[in-house]
């Protein structure tokens, strides 16, 4: 009986140990605001605006803003409710996806331009705001197959994300 006793104890007491350790796992950094943006490119010949325009802004609180001016169902300024469920699904598809190791310089062969033209191109932006800072990545929006394939899959999956919980918030329009 005694032997099971102490082995009943270290059972409950190792993982303690192992969770409290020098080697312990931190923990995500607390997440403030999810941010996903549209910003429109410009064909140079003929002179024209092209692409989306919009800004979506999930910040903790619950109130969802967002921002639309071209290419978009919504054009104006528009609020909504973001639940705090919604909200930490949000956080859990950015700390599941792990964005913030996501390297800004592994991406950089489809994200520098290579000429003034190539500046002009739409671009799709998230900026996550954390306890501590903030980091944004940016994409082109247009991509060929092969630019395709150096974006990190988290990414478009956050993205995708993002779009969703906007599409389930019932906006009103704000002046």
């Known amino acids: 009986m005694k032997k099971f006793l102490v082995s009943f104890l270290l059972s409950l007491i190792a993982p303690v140990a192992l969770v409290g350790g020098p080697s ?8 403030y605001e999810i941010v996903l943006e549209g910003k429109g490119g410009m064909n140079l010949n003929p ?3 092209y692409g989306a325009e919009f800004k979506v802004t999930f910040p903790h609180e619950g109130m969802a803003l967002y921002a639309g001016s071209r290419d978009v169902k919504l054009i104006g300024s528009y609020q909504g409710t973001v639940s705090i469920d ?11 996806r792990d964005y913030l190791s996501i390297p800004t310089d592994a991406t950089q062969s489809y994200q520098t331009p290579t000429s003034e033209k190539d ?23 247009e991509l060929s197959q092969l630019e395709r394939q150096t974006v990190p899959k988290a990414l478009f999956e956050i993205e995708q994300a993002i779009l969703d919980a906007s599409a389930r918030i019932k906006w009103r329009e704000v002046e």
């Open 86 to 96: 919604e909200f930490q699904k949000l956080v859990k598809v950015v700390v599941d």
């Open 24 to 31: 312990e796992l931190q923990s995500p950094a607390k997440i």
């Open 119 to 141: 500046g002009l191109k739409p671009r799709t932006i998230i900026t996550i705001t954390y306890e501590g800072g903030q980091k944004t990545i940016w994409r082109y929006t």
């Open 47 to 49: 002179l024209r605006f």
